[in-house]
C-alpha cells in the first residue's frame, strides 16, 4: 500500500511563490509515475503536471513557465514549484501516484515519448490535499 502525504500549502499574495510537497511512505520506487492535481469546488480535478520515470515531464498550459514538477527519489518525496501565482491558481492541490507507468504520448516537437497530461482515472494512489490561497 502506497500512502501520499501533501504539505506547503497557504496563503500568498499574487505574484508569490510557494513550493508543495509530496511524502511518499509504502512501497513505492522510481519507476511510478507521479502527478499534481488541483480542484475547486464544484469543479472536475484537473492534471497540473506530470513526471515520468525518466523524469519527462508535462504541464498544463495554464501553468506552464510558472510551475515545476521535480521529485527526490532517494527522499520518496515529490515536489511542485509554484512562481508567478495567480489568484485562479487557488486550490486544493493534490499529488497522485501510479505504479503502472504514466500514460504517454510521442511528441512531434523534440520526437520524445513524453508522459500525457494527467486524468483523474489514471492513477491509483493519492494524498488527503494541501490547501493553497492566492490573493489578488
Known amino acids: 500500500q502506497v500512502q501520499l502525504v501533501e504539505s506547503g500549502g497557504g496563503s500568498v499574495q499574487a505574484g508569490g511563490s510557494l513550493r508543495l510537497s509530496c511524502a511518499a511512505f509504502g512501497y513505492i520506487d522510481s519507476m511510478y509515475c507521479m502527478a499534481w492535481f488541483r480542484q475547486v469546488p464544484g469543479k472536475e480535478r484537473e492534471g497540473v503536471a506530470i513526471?515520468?520515470?525518466?523524469?519527462?515531464?508535462t504541464y498544463a498550459d495554464s501553468v506552464k513557465g510558472r510551475f515545476t514538477i521535480s521529485k527526490d527519489n532517494a527522499k520518496n518525496t515529490l515536489y511542485l514549484q509554484m512562481n508567478s501565482l495567480k489568484p485562479e491558481d487557488t486550490a486544493m492541490y493534490y499529488c497522485?501516484?501510479?505504479?503502472?507507468?504514466?500514460?504517454?504520448?510521442?511528441?512531434?516537437?523534440?520526437?520524445?515519448?513524453?508522459?500525457?497530461?494527467?486524468?483523474?482515472?489514471?492513477?491509483?494512489?493519492w494524498g488527503q490535499g494541501t490547501h493553497v490561497t492566492v490573493s489578488s
Open positions: 513526471i515520468a520515470s525518466d523524469e519527462l515531464t
Open positions: 497522485a501516484a501510479e505504479r503502472r507507468g504514466c500514460p504517454s504520448y510521442y511528441s512531434d516537437y523534440d520526437h520524445l515519448v513524453r508522459p500525457a497530461l494527467p486524468l483523474e482515472a489514471d492513477f491509483d494512489y
